[in-house]
């Protein structure tokens, strides 16, 4: 499914971004609402998702993280023959699916209070922060590939 916005303007100035891109032309429409979720940023790096999970075990939720991709998905397993008079909480299988930036890693998960908790850190490799390039000095000679002053006349 596309969307009503054109990106190809972008595409003209822009190098590399066409993952990005990707991503927005083929958002979903409708979003699925279950289970309900937190994404919340403790600082520049630093990332926690908390989905409500109320009915599932940690034996009933699959965490799964692939490149650029986290993916957590839960089936609770029936105990037993119980008959239910009623039956209000919301127990049905799940898949939820987050797109992750580049070198984002999945430090820890816990399920507290029917709460599951999922730990992300960007860690951008040393070669791929910002550096500061130096220019060298010239001592008055010219350079390789440097044009010169043009002489005078005497």
């Not at 105990?79 to 820890?108: C, I, K, N, S, W």
């Amino acid at each position: 499914m596309r969307t009503a916005f054109d990106f190809s303007p972008l595409y003209r100035s822009s190098i590399g971004f066409d993952r990005i891109f990707n991503l927005l032309e083929n958002a979903p429409q409708a979003a699925e609402t279950w289970p309900p979720y937190d994404i919340e940023r403790s600082d520049e790096n630093t990332y926690r998702v908390t989905i409500a999970v109320a009915g599932f075990s940690e034996d009933d939720l699959d965490i799964s993280h692939e490149p650029n991709l986290l993916i957590v998905s839960g089936e609770r397993k029936e105990q037993g023959t119980v008959e239910y008079l009623h039956r209000g909480l919301p127990v049905r299988p799940f898949t939820r699916r987050f797109e992750l930036a580049d070198h984002m890693t999945v430090t820890g998960a816990s399920l507290n209070n029917g709460l599951l908790t999922i730990d992300l850190v960007r860690e951008v490799p040393e070669e791929m922060k910002p550096r500061r390039i130096a220019i060298p000095k010239q001592d008055g000679a010219p350079k390789a590939g440097q044009v010169e002053k043009p002489k005078q006349a005497a």
